[in-house]
């Protein structure tokens, strides 16, 4: 499908661009975005896979994903039957959804590659997507988020007087997305026109322990020689748990410890403050307890740190054909106006459907670019105001969808997947629900 969307793309903004006369600044944005995919998103992923790919090596080795994955097995053996509940895969795809549902991109996106890294070892047709791939894939793009960061950032930046009011909003269209993208994906993957070729060879029985043809080295194993955490490791992890719990009162509840927030942030409120805690925190706590828990089971952290953050180089590079086709037809389709196109076909039809045709442009881009979504969804915010239903129902939209071509790209390209059978569909259906409930939940919330 994505062969004949790509070609697509590219073909309608050749002729719209020629008819409108933007060839020139169609061919200029779509050589921009060829530098943009290699330079501006590749090249800086390199260094930021190597680190979470080390703190990933690392909680593999110290036991800490076996124990989030027993956790949550019945939950994940529902959605992916296929996989084995002791495989990598299960816990690499938690600690993903993880970071999805904290706002962590920086850290969901390598999460998210690792886990299909691991998928791909179980996979008994290479180069073509699983159920499994493609019911992750499902979940990823229908953003499965408990606090829209971004949208709220915009929202406070724009002097609105309930920023945080967005977050039950975007919570229960996220939910809607997320069961739809699921269930859309359970049904398409029983349709004879989808289904997976040699079926009968349980994903299970492929051979999981040796490296596949594109050199990859074995699945990580937890360490055999693990050493119980002695009593005063218990007692170091406890310290270690006070500090942040300690860090996280005095950002959150400023007053409570004689502390003047500076003036930029006097006008918070208490859940902003909250928000803002979790997410300056999060990050901090990963990149320190996970080597310390691994340190105390006698693992050897810096060596084993750096043999995980070798694979992030050969992952960020493998992406860049896949970057490259898809931002550059997104960008010259964009730069052409096609999205302006479609918004005014459809504006009427939409407006009768009483759904605003302010928000198309946005529900549009969505899919195609998080940038431009950016982009659109603070314009609405200053033309409309921060806490109107308008820029409300885009902020809901904006934390409970994804940028789901972007996220195929990237995801398949790292395993070199090219027939992504259903995925984009349940995607873009996930995509869609996200859109329709955010446009009822704010018109019902927000009046």
């Known amino acids: 499908m994505l062969n004949y969307i790509w070609l697509g793309l590219i073909l309608l903004a050749v002729l719209i661009g020629g008819v409108g006369g933007n060839l020139g600044a169609m061919t200029d944005k779509g050589l921009d975005m060829a530098r943009v995919a290699v330079i501006d998103i590749a090249f ?36 992916f039957p ?51 791939m493609c019911m992750f894939l499902a979940i990823n793009t229908s953003s499965i988020q408990l606090i829209p960061v971004t949208a709220i950032a915009v929202l406070a930046a724009k ?8 977050v039950g909003t975007c919570i229960m ?23 997976q070729a040699a ?7 492929a051979p999981a322990a040796t490296p596949d043809s594109s050199g990859d080295k074995p699945a990580v194993k937890e360490a055999a020689t693990l050493q119980p955490l002695p009593a005063w490791g218990w007692i170091l992890l406890g310290a270690f748990g006070l500090f942040f719990l300690g860090l996280f009162l005095r950002m959150a509840f400023p007053e409570a410890f004689g502390i003047i927030p500076p003036a930029a942030g006097a006008s ?20 320190s307890m996970f080597p310390l828990y691994a340190a105390l089971r006698r693992v050897k952290v810096y060596e084993e740190f750096v043999e995980g953050a070798r694979e992030g180089f050969d992952v960020a590079i493998r992406i860049i054909p896949y970057l490259v086709a898809i ?15 479609l918004s005014r076909a459809l504006g009427p039809l939409m407006a009768k459907l009483g759904f605003p045709s302010d928000l198309l442009p946005l529900v549009f881009m969505r899919p195609l670019s998080g940038s431009g979504t950016l982009g659109i969804f603070t314009e609405l915010v200053m033309n409309f105001g921060p806490d109107s239903l308008i820029a409300r129902t885009a902020g809901t939209i ?41 446009v009822i939940i704010c018109r019902i919330v927000f009046g």
């Open 327 to 341: 931002l550059v037809a997104v960008g010259m389709f964009r730069a052409a106006g096609g999205i302006d196109i």
């Open 44 to 79: 800086p992923l390199i260094g930021i896979m190597a680190l979470w790919l080390g703190i990933m090596r690392l909680a593999e080795r110290s036991g800490l994903v076996s124990l989030l994955a027993k956790g949550l097995r019945p939950v994940m053996r529902r959605l």
């Open 268 to 287: 918070k409120t208490g859940f902003v403050r909250v928000v803002d805690a979790v997410s300056k925190l999060s990050i901090p706590v990963l990149l």
């Open 173 to 195: 269209a996220t939910a809607c997305a997320a069961t739809s993208g699921v269930l859309m994906a359970r049904f398409l993957s029983k349709l004879p026109m989808f289904r």
């Open 398 to 438: 904006f934390g409970s969808t994804e940028t789901t071509f972007y996220v195929l790209a990237v995801y398949f390209g790292a395993v070199g997947i090219k027939k992504t059978r259903y995925a984009l569909l349940a995607g873009l259906f996930g995509d869609l629900m996200g859109v329709i409930a955010s």
């Open 82 to 132: 296929d996989v084995p509940p002791e495989h990598p895969a299960m816990g690499s795809m938690l600690m993903n959804m993880a970071a999805n549902m904290l706002g962590l991109g920086n850290a969901a996106t390598p999460l998210g590659l690792r886990a299909m890294k691991d998928l791909e070892r179980l996979n008994p047709n290479p180069g073509t997507a699983t159920d499994a």
């Open 199 to 205: 079926a009968a060879a349980p994903l299970a029985e």
């Open 159 to 166: 002097n609105s007087t309930n920023p945080t009011a967005i």
